[in-house]
């Protein structure tokens, strides 16, 4: 029997992967629903090639000319709510949440309320609302399933063992393209150089992300959640060559790493397939080619958002909402030519220093922190 899938963000990096994946595996795999923003063409690609029983765009007046580009029989729906519908149709059996922003997480949510499996590709929905969303999880008994490979290794290397034997959980990092740099380098780094990144391929904003190294503070804090551990027990190390995607060190001194080519439709394909491994024609790991494999401390003096998110975690309440919600709002800007690539740090300390955090939040009081957030980033410019 197909496992029927429904995509929010197809049109994006993880999301078309997603769809590469299911291409190659027919017999398996169903796309049953479809969601994305602004990329009309080529979402209308796709829902001409799936026939999903229904898809979502961003804005509603946007319908009209939309539901002129797909075939008949093709339903279509827009903005948050239909975003929504798409994630919690009946026929669905997973989700998966390709969406980048806290856009995503009422839809998974209410996916998760619904029954439905989740592939979880959007961080931000564990890094804002953590304990609420795992808690529905535990409640309704629904698979919760990573697919960002850091956290896809780690559930890999957790596979069989018992979590009190856990010691701590090291995340690997890349470095992003500024490893080597100098504060004064970096204060001159421009968005064309903060888009290359040296090994993943991925959306413009978490591309901006890596190399802030916010991108793995907020792994640090999906990571919490997803594994249930302590802050004192998440580590990361930068890793340049992305080949070891994450490890596991148990109490013993043993450390389980699980290893690959930086390749994301790889931990796509195990969150669809899972408890099952299927074959694939992928390329495959040649470690002799590869050489060498290096490891260092992050440098959180030239990198201050990784340490940001463990304060913002460890803080908890709205306070990981916040930090994130101005990360968003900060880069949106940085991509704009609005401010400097050094100031995004500088900018999300700030609102985290001036937020009042509310002790477990209710999903309205996460969401009013998100807009106090962006707000006070533009109170903040003055512009």
Known sequence: ??????????????????????DKFPDKFEI????AGFNLDRLAEQAAKYRPRLVSIGNKQDVPRFRSLLPTGVRVTAGIEGMTEVAVLDEVDIVVTSITGTLGLIPTVEAVKAGKDIALANKETLVAAGELVMSLVRQKGVSFLPVDSEHSAIFQCLNGEARAEVSKLILTASGGPFLNKTKEELSQVSVEDALKHPNWSMGRKITVDSAT??????????AKWLFDIGFDNIEVIIHPQSIIHSMVEFVDGS???????????IPIQYA??????????????????VGRLGFEKPRTD???????????????????????????????????GRLGFTDIPA????????HECRRQPALEDIL???????????????H
């Open 1 to 22: 029997m197909k496992k029927r899938v429904a995509v929010l963000g197809s049109t994006g990096s993880i999301g078309c992967q997603t769809l590469e994946v299911v």
């Open 32 to 35: 049953v629903g479809l969601a």
């Open 213 to 222: 190294m916010m991108n793995k503070g907020l792994e640090v804090i999906e």
């Open 255 to 265: 450390v389980i790493a699980q290893m690959g080519l930086p390749d994301m439709r």
């Open 272 to 289: 669809l397939s899972y408890p099952k491994r299927l074959g694939s024609s992928f390329a495959r790991l040649d470690l002799a080619a």
């Open 302 to 336: 030239l990198f201050p958002s990784l340490e940001l998110a463990f304060e913002a975690g460890r803080r908890g309440g709205t306070a990981p909402a916040v930090m994130n919600a101005a990360n968003e709002q900060a880069v949106a800007m940085f991509l704009e």
């Open 347 to 354: 900018l999300v300390a700030k609102v985290l220093a001036n």
């Open 368 to 382: 009013d922190s998100d807009n106090w957030a962006r707000e006070e980033i533009i109170r903040l410019k003055g």
